[in-house]
């Protein structure tokens, strides 16, 4: 009997430490079988976006694709690879009724992720009917959190979407391990490229979406990352790739040249983009027209690039998709204006974002030159269950320990910076030490301003808890100033008193302290064991109180003054809320089926027909035979739950939507 590993490709990271554990530690079992596969599955947890390394490892990596996407387009590199008359429509072959599913927003963590992967490869069964499987599955950007790097694709992409859906086993071993095995009517899978794929270049995903090979069940057919699906009755499906923040390739936008010179009339088009552009257009539409001078704030390139695309399809364009915001809203043109539905849906996996700050209705986009009216028709999570969930955020210390630590050593630096800066005799503190000077006050509102009186002197003659200070404050600046458009110089301001007030924190723990060792416990100030209760308590009460004041503070600007729309959210991590669409295109009808998981599943048991080899960590290490066929995971208890989020919406090919 002989074991088949499963495929890993070059790029996805082969086997890791922790594989490597697994495959030391355990042995090949006999079965009854004339071959079988050992597979590997890393259940990864959510990414944790306030963490300290997260946060620099994210900067740069970010830093580094938009600068590099600057100077080399690697979609330039894949368009020379797949010239155009090489590079035809992708044929979607069916007798006319054809099921296709949107997943937007994976790979993040296991539980979210993998929850969703199930749902998109099996049948939906709602109460008053059955979807089938889609024939294609859409991906509709950013497959991976937070980075390709370090076999990011593998454990956050790959894993799940292969124990949902994963490959037959032959039942004798090929003669090559990375030999797919025909599998007659298999699904697609198609992808169009989020900021995040671009991440290393767009390599992973070249590598994943774009040399025909297999992903789990699914097959690829793309050449490159944009691409046009042809489906029976005059149906096409367009995916755009945007890159990180350029306008669109003259490579991409000559080959969309060719593919609109190929529609008959009355064909319709769904086109898929990786950002809700139309958001951004709105929101800067509405605060030019708040001002009195006119403005030289000019459209995102995504967006411009985006409108070329939707004029160069006039009449033809039926509905807008995008992922990146990561919940369901879908605007409708108002009664009277023809316009094509926008629709976004990121719940493929990852944290979810709110709908509460939505533009509703939003102003009038225009395109062609034609103004085009919109209604905000839907939503999911509702405006009122975002706001309950974005207030949620003030319990930061309970689910970002990381987080809170910096922060903890944070004011503890200041604190040892500002304390050894008043070791220097001063006649103002009789010659004392800060700490001792604030040891003989009672902790009272009174007496704040000696409190910073002692503060101010102790600062004027050190330079570097000057510079700490700035840096908090700056820092938080320029956190509460991220991604705002408007209002960035209150937002800068809110952002400084946010940092003011984690300074005021850091002395407040100081003057306590040593309120408490000092004055209370009588210890000297140099006695160790007083060093020691002074770094404990400083390090406890500032993780807390810190994470406390964060949290509370994001919540209260968010609400006041629109702000960390982004943190608020990304802080939470919430797995649960997610969505997908499954369209049903049947002669000239397609109705498109929005469908919400509310709650994710957190505990899994291995797939009957699958053996349990060993556990690493993390890592599952299974043995499927010819026979396991199915998903390797399934819900402990109970089944995951698809509810419609609102009722179908029907487009017509000829006509406007009903």
């Not at 035809?88 to 099921?99: E, L």
């Not at 774009?210 to 069940?217: L, S, V």
């Not at 995504?302 to 990561?326: C, N, P, T």
């Amino acid at each position: 009997m002989k074991e088949q590993s499963i495929e890993f490709r070059p790029g996805e990271g082969h086997f890791e430490e922790g594989h490597s554990a697994l495959l030391a530690m355990t042995h090949a079992t006999q079965s009854s079988t004339t071959n079988s596969r050992i597979e590997l599955y890393t259940q990864e947890s959510m990414v944790n976006w306030l963490g300290p390394f997260q946060l620099m490892r994210t900067g740069m990596q970010s830093a580094a694709a938009t600068t590099m996407g600057a100077f080399a387009d690697p979609r330039d590199v894949l368009a020379m690879l797949n010239p155009r008359d090489s590079n035809p429509p992708i044929q979607v072959a069916a007798d006319g009724d054809v099921w296709i599913d949107y997943l937007a927003d994976t790979g993040d963590g296991w539980d979210s992720t993998y929850s969703m992967a199930l749902c998109v490869s099996q049948d939906v069964k709602l109460p008053e009917l059955t979807l089938p499987r889609g024939d294609v599955l859409l991906l509709g950007g950013d497959q991976v959190y937070p980075t390709p790097a370090q076999s990011g694709y593998r454990t956050r992409f790959l894993d799940p979407f292969r124990a949902a859906f994963p490959a037959p086993v032959p039942k004798v071993r090929p003669n090559e391990q990375d030999q797919p095995v025909p599998q007659p009517g298999a699904p697609w899978m198609v992808a169009t490229p989020g900021n995040h794929d671009w991440y290393d270049g767009l390599r992973g995903f070249s590598q994943l979406f774009c040399e025909q090979k297999p992903i789990g069940g699914w097959e690829t057919r793309q050449r490159t990352s944009y691409y046009v699906l042809q489906l029976p009755n005059g149906w096409w499906i367009w995916g755009l790739d945007l890159q990180l923040e350029s306008m669109i390739d003259r490579q991409q936008k000559q080959y969309f040249e060719e593919m609109r010179a190929k529609l008959q009339p009355g064909d319709r088009v769904i086109l898929c983009t990786p950002e809700p552009s139309w958001v951004d257009e709105a929101e800067r539409l509405a605060r030019v027209g708040r001002k009195t001078l006119p403005s030289i704030e000019t459209q995102t390139l995504r967006f411009s690039s985006l409108r070329e695309i939707e004029q160069l399809l006039g009449d033809h364009l039926a509905v807008v998709l995008a992922g990146d915001s990561h919940h369901y809203a879908r605007y409708q043109p108002k009664a009277g204006s023809q316009a094509p539905q926008r629709i976004t849906c990121g719940g493929g996996g990852a944290f979810l974002h709110g709908t509460h700050q939505l533009p509703d209705p939003p102003e009038p986009i225009s395109v062609g030159g034609t103004p085009q009216h919109y209604e905000l028709a839907a939503t999911y999570p509702d405006k009122k269950t975002s706001e309950q969930l974005r207030n949620r955020a003030w319990r930061l210390p309970t689910h970002n320990l990381s987080f809170c630590g910096m922060l903890a050593i944070l004011y503890l630096l200041f604190d040892w910076m500002v304390e050894s800066a008043s070791k220097v005799p001063h006649p103002a503190r009789d010659n004392r030490s800060l700490v001792e000077v604030l040891s003989g006050l009672e902790v009272s509102i009174p007496n704040l301003r000696e409190v910073w009186r002692q503060l101010v002197l102790v600062l004027a003659h050190s330079p570097s808890s000057v510079m700490l200070a700035v840096t908090i404050v700056l820092g938080c600046a320029v956190l509460s100033a991220a991604g705002v458009k408007r209002t960035r110089k209150l937002a800068y301001g809110v952002g400084a008193v946010h940092g003011l007030l984690h300074l005021g924190l850091a002395i407040g723990l100081l003057w306590l302290m040593g309120r408490i060792n000092i004055h209370y416990l009588q210890f000297e100030v140099e006695n160790l064991l007083q060093v020691l209760l002074f770094l404990v308590g400083t390090l406890v009460l500032g993780g807390s109180l810190g994470g406390l004041l964060f949290g509370a503070w994001m919540v209260m600007a968010n609400t006041l003054w629109g702000l960390h729309s982004e943190v608020v959210f990304s802080s939470q991590r919430i797995a649960d809320h997610k969505c997908f669409l499954r369209m049903h295109f049947n002669g000239d009808q397609l109705t498109i089926y929005p469908l919400k998981l509310e709650k994710v599943c957190r505990r899994w048991s291995v797939a009957s027909g699958v053996a349990k080899l060993a556990k690493v960590q993390r890592t599952w290490r299974l043995r499927a035979t010819p026979e396991s066929t199915g998903p390797r995971f399934v819900p402990a208890s109970g089944e995951l739950e698809l509810r419609l989020i609102e009722q179908p919406i029907v487009i017509r090919r000829r006509g406007s939507s009903a």
